[in-house]
């Protein structure tokens, strides 16, 4: 999904998929949640929380969860700023997510 302006330039964008979740029922999730720095970013903000509360709508959700980890350093003040923004919206932070990135195994030749 993707939002800009009158002039076709993308202001922000984020992947969705509807989930069924054992504790929420059917849920819409957010990912990769990009938001440009750009001046009136609070107004940005607002149209990636206001698109996602229609598809959850058109989807029948009755949560929505947003991944706000992927890409942002966890120091950094977008993480902070993006944190901040999705709470004033009313979202709650819930639990915490866990990531172990594998390596490939080497392939072994076998005789």
Not at 1 to 26: T, Y
Not at 43 to 72: F, K, N, W
């Amino acid at each position: 999904m993707s939002i800009q302006n009158e002039a076709g330039c993308i202001l922000a964008f984020f992947s969705f998929e509807v989930r069924d979740d054992i504790r929420e029922n059917r849920t819409l999730c957010l990912e990769n949640i990009i938001i440009a720095s750009f001046p009136g970013r609070s107004a940005i903000r607002a149209a990636v929380v206001d698109a996602a509360e229609q598809l959850a709508r058109m989807h029948a959700c009755s949560a929505i969860r947003a991944g706000l980890t992927d890409g942002l350093d966890l120091h950094d003040s977008d993480r902070r700023w993006l944190v901040s923004s999705f709470a004033s919206a009313g979202y709650s932070l819930d639990g915490v997510r866990a990531c172990k990135r594998l390596r490939p195994r080497r392939a072994t030749n076998a005789h």
